[in-house]
């Protein structure tokens, strides 16, 4: 990958979490159960006077998903489409809940992301000079 489209990813990560993180500063959440989950809900705040094509949840997911994607390591490609199929099937079997069982779906995923750089670790001897 080059160096621009990594820098281009990480600005993208950065806004988007700078927006997550006023999300979770605002007055306007709430948690509550709902379908027996933890539901949340909140504000955007500003949100009327940003016009962007996609939605918050799809420009999170595009984020996330596109260099993974795009790598060159078949494994993080792997652990891409794993995450990929978590949002979906979150999204469509549990969307009164989506926030908590997609971290719930993270928090497994984990251990695929131990798997791998476990593995890449092991491939990777020092070298002696």
Not at 31 to 50: D, F, G, L, M, Q
Not at 58 to 72: E, G, M
């Amino acid at each position: 990958m080059c160096f621009s489209a990594t820098v281009s990813y990480s600005a993208t990560a950065v806004l988007v979490s700078t927006g997550l993180y006023a999300v979770h500063q605002a007055d306007g959440m709430s948690v509550s159960v709902r379908e027996n989950s933890i539901h949340y809900s909140y504000i955007v705040p500003y949100r009327s006077s940003i016009h962007l094509p996609v939605t918050p949840a799809a420009l999170y997911a595009l984020t996330l998903l596109v260099p993974l994607f795009f790598s060159s390591h078949g494994k993080v490609r792997i652990f891409g489409m794993l995450i990929a199929s978590s949002m979906t099937l979150t999204s469509v079997a549990y969307s009164a809940a989506y926030v908590s069982v997609w971290c719930f779906f993270a928090a497994l995923l984990s251990l695929h992301l131990v798997y791998m750089i476990r593995d890449f670790a092991s491939k990777t001897k020092p070298t002696k000079a």
